[in-house]
């Protein structure tokens, strides 16, 4: 086996050398994408041959396999695996069980290969690190040009793991928090609309240059609209694991005052609601626009900052008495029960000097790029699991060939695996003799341009000094 990589590793620099030698560094991004392409050849064809002769180890060692209790059925079944570095074809043996009368595949489960698997698991999780950001269709030609389908990139966001950040193992130390949480409207395919819910859970703000503030440690989670419930849960775990809860004066939770949003007072101590000023404004704005002249935004806010519930209230009855329009006043009666309903929220925000919310603009920021902004249709459960992916890259992960695999087949595939580790060990510890490459040393041409080059170069130096 020792010999094979030799071989190998030797031809690929000779075909680099003789790049070289053709004048190829003249292109420098020419010649780097030629060398990495004959890289990935020779790696290929390199695994290849070493399954190849693993394949025929197992075969011949008898007393290894009537130990395990295989007994061979057919050799040579061909399987192709699409990889980082390109197609491998590989060929092994088919074996039956003894003691089970299952069939099996020895090498596969030696090279930790899941049955049915058609791509690695490392380049599955660079298509759905990419398609994060861009389509499905689009993932798949960037990172496999073009040689999977779309389908196949969704398949294998579907399959991933749960996609969560790991929880900190140390606590802060902090005497409040700021919980944002809104929600993104996404188109299904069945022609209906989807809220996806979004929290994020931050210290505060901090200004990161004029006119520009920034979350402090900000954390997202994503939620299935049907199960908003169990994420606040997981969001009031989060806080217990990551912060010295004694120390938390407040939380102040902001939202526009749904329903599901103010859940999260019943799960989170210490919890304070404040409407998210955004929200609010857009409805003051909408449902006083057709009376200009009776300045009912700024009454109505000072209503706000003086805690006159009753003064707000009348004044938002005044203008349902004066709406001829029937839309008009539907908005308003919409506008006063919104106003009864959070109220406590609104004077929060009014007078208490907490921080400004941003919920629309995470929403837009982490959600609305990628599952509502371009004209698409998701199956429920796809939108699900893309919010999901995209808090999990926007909380700094990265997604892994570890989320690909099956952790039953890695258990069951351990006493193969260290069969075939320890018959690779003994094929290359010790006996890779690399003094094969000073036994044929590399002469280029002497007319070759190179040369030429080289030698021009040195005139010119002699002449300066």
């Known amino acids: 086996m020792e010999t094979i990589i030799q071989q190998i590793s030797m031809e690929m620099a000779k075909k680099i050398c003789r790049r070289v030698e053709e004048g190829g560094m003249s292109d420098i ?79 596969d489960s030696m090279l930790g290969l899941a049955a049915y698997e058609r791509v690695s698991a490392n380049l599955s999780a660079r298509m759905v690190g990419q398609a994060a950001e861009v389509s499905y269709e689009k993932s798949a030609r960037t990172e496999s040009g073009g040689k999977v389908s779309k389908q196949t990139v969704k398949n294998k966001l579907m399959a991933a793991g749960r996609l969560e950040k790991e929880m900190p193992t140390e606590k802060r130390t902090v005497t409040e928090l700021h919980i944002f ?30 006119d520009r503030n920034a979350l402090i440690h900000p954390v997202h989670f994503s939620s299935a609209s049907r199960h908003t419930g169990m ?112 109220w406590d929220g609104i004077v929060q925000r009014h007078t208490q000097g907490v921080i400004g919310s941003c919920t629309e603009g995470l929403i837009s920021h982490i959600y609305s790029e990628r599952l509502s902004r371009n004209p698409m249709g998701w199956s429920e459960a796809g939108l699900n699991k893309m919010a999901e992916l995209r808090v999990y890259t926007r909380n700094g992960c990265v997604v892994s060939g570890e989320l690909f695999k099956r952790p039953q087949e890695e258990k069951e595939r351990s006493a193969l695996s260290e069969y075939a580790n320890e018959r690779l060990r003994q094929a290359v510890s010790g006996y890779l003799d690399w003094s094969i490459f000073e036994k044929e040393p590399y002469c280029p041409a002497v007319n070759s341009a190179t040369q030429m080059l080289i030698r021009s170069y040195g005139c010119q130096h002699s002449m300066a000094g």
């Open 29 to 107: 991004d020419r010649f780097a994408t030629e060398a990495l392409e004959l890289c990935k050849e020779s790696v290929q064809e390199m695994i290849t041959q070493i399954v190849e002769k693993l394949n025929d180890e197992l075969r011949a060692d008898k007393a290894y396999r009537k130990e395990q209790g295989l007994l061979l059925k057919e050799t040579e079944r061909e399987r192709c695996l699409l990889t980082e570095i390109g197609l491998i074809t590989i060929s092994r043996d088919y074996y039956r069980i003894k003691a089970s009368n299952e069939y099996v595949y020895p090498i």
């Open 181 to 210: 949480a809104d929600e993104d409207h996404a188109h299904l395919c069945n022609g209906k609309n989807c809220d996806v819910p979004l929290i994020t859970v931050s210290e505060g703000v901090k200004e990161v240059c004029k």
């Open 231 to 342: 994420t606040w849960e997981t969001v009031a775990g989060y806080i217990e694991q990551a912060y010295e809860e004694n120390r938390i004066d407040k939380i102040y939770l902001h939202g526009d005052g749904a329903s599901w949003i103010k859940k999260g007072l019943d799960v989170l101590p210490k919890s304070l609601f404040v409407i998210d000023g955004f929200h609010l404004e857009k409805r003051l704005k909408s449902v006083t626009a057709a009376f200009s002249k009776q300045n009912y935004p700024f009454r109505i806010r000072q209503a706000f900052f003086e805690k006159k519930k009753e003064e707000a209230l009348s004044l938002i009855k005044e203008m349902l008495s004066l709406s001829e329009n029937p839309k008009q006043a539907k908005r308003i009666r919409k506008f006063l029960g919104y106003v009864k309903n959070n």
